[in-house]
């Protein structure tokens, strides 16, 4: 009869609209009392940013807060320094996740803000500048926001919130792993708290507090390609008499580019081949030996994206044979495709549209950047999204890009971040409940 009861009572609430509107007012209400946290919390993140993997005093900050918080648990030391924070609703019902990167980039920092970044590294045997120049700063304290508005209304979760702090997404020290990857292979999404559904934004310089995302391939896989070209070396003058690996690798970077632009259903999803490095040869008279390259592939297909790997290492093997060359191919797999999933997509876009400045999130076009939010992506359904953070008045293209050591965040923007995570994950809840 009890049991009953409540599966009656269950229904009634997902039937009831009503009940959606307490919990909307709800986060709105939390979230502009934390706004004032929010941008304190993202200033100091922002003053003392910590490269990939040493996200120490990062990790401890994030730690402390959702403890301070009343988190169930606080989990430290994931994959380096990461951090996750398990909040229980009152109702039973399934997981749902939330992500943010909390690295820096070795960019010397010249906004001149009154809280800009003053730390230094080595980084690759030279001095440089640590600075928060992708916004991680914004990421982590939309999250810890998201974590004081939800913490505070735990009657309306059914389900658990998990909160992901991910150290080093823009890459680790050399010969270490890390990053979405190896949160991942720690178990991140298993075990008693694996999440069916994660969602996660990042900041970038376009109208600030709206909102923009795509269907399916939202930004691009990132694969580095390398090819050695062997020729046979010989005098200037006398080509015939030997194999001219440099005349070879111009005719591979033409044809590669013809992969592209003849061989691939370009309607379906951009792509694109860069040869980025090219190195052979030590004077004007003498053919040489080799040909080295590094190039990148970026692709928004993880179909299309096996089938241009094939393509090139087939382009490059047999451009390279037709002259008598040989060559070797390496593609190195970066970061996959940043996914996201149609359906969850479909169901979760009245939600951005809701929260978002203007009242309409933004399709966008697809980013060619690299994000490694797609490995969770590629685990679980997924949702990842743009959040715009420009000054007010300032067109895109006049804003310093992400990277920049000019790159500055509107801090108006970020209560915009902190209601949209938090109404995905309560909307996420209640669908499943
Ligand atoms: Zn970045
Ligand atoms: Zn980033």
Request: charged fraction near 20%.
């Amino acid at each position: 009869m009890i049991r009953v009861t409540i599966v009656f009572i269950g229904l009634l609430v997902a039937a009831s609209p009503g009940w959606a509107e307490d919990w909307q007012e709800m986060v709105a209400d939390r979230t502009a009392a934390a706004t004032d946290r929010v941008v304190a919390l993202r200033h100091d993140f922002h003053a003392s940013p910590e490269l990939g993997n040493r996200e120490f005093k990062t990790a401890a900050k994030v730690a402390m807060r959702l403890r301070e918080l009343g988190f169930d648990e606080v989990q430290t030391g994931i994959a380096y320094t990461g951090v996750v924070g398990i909040l229980k609703g009152d109702k039973p019902g399934p997981v749902v996740a939330l992500r943010a990167d909390m690295d820096g980039l070795p960019v010397t920092e010249k906004t001149g803000l009154p809280y800009a970044s003053k730390v230094t590294t080595q980084w690759r045997g030279q001095e440089s500048g640590v600075m928060h120049a992708c916004g991680h700063d914004a990421h982590m304290a939309i999250l810890l926001g998201v974590a004081e508005v939800l913490s505070g209304m735990r009657e309306q979760i059914p389900g658990t919130v998990k909160f992901i702090f991910q150290p080093a997404e823009e890459g680790t020290p050399p010969g270490e792993e890390g990053g979405a990857d190896l949160m991942i292979k720690e178990g991140v999404l298993t075990g008693e708290y694996a999440p069916g559904a994660i969602f996660g934004l990042h900041v970038f310089p376009f109208t600030p507090g709206a909102l923009g995302y795509r269907p399916g391939g939202m930004m691009a896989a990132s694969d580095g390609l390398y090819i050695k070209v062997k020729g046979v070396q010989t005098h200037g003058s006398m080509p015939w008499s030997g194999v001219d690996p440099i005349a070879v690798s111009a005719q591979i970077i033409n044809s590669l580019q013809q992969v592209v632009s003849r061989q691939i259903d370009l309607t379906n999803a951009p792509a694109v081949i860069t040869i980025g490095s090219i190195n052979g040869g030590n004077r004007g008279n003498i053919i040489p030996e080799e040909v080295e390259m590094i190039g990148t592939i970026r692709t928004l297909d993880p179909q299309m994206r096996l089938d241009v790997h094939a393509r090139i290492e087939k382009t490059v093997r047999l451009v390279a044979q037709a002259s008598g060359a040989e060559a070797d191919v390496e593609i190195r797999q970066g970061y996959p495709v940043t996914f996201n999933d149609l359906e969850l997509t479909a169901q979760m876009a009245p939600v951005l549209d809701r929260v978002a400045v203007g009242g309409q999130a933004i399709v966008g076009k697809p980013v060619l950047g690299a994000e490694d939010f797609s490995y969770f992506a590629q685990e679980i359904p997924a949702l990842f999204f743009g959040l715009g953070v420009a000054k007010e008045g300032v067109g895109p293209g006049d804003s310093a890009p992400n990277h920049s050591p000019y790159f500055e965040i509107n801090d108006a923007a970020l209560p915009v971040g902190v209601e949209a995570l938090s109404n995905l994950a309560l909307e996420w809840l209640h669908r499943a409940d």
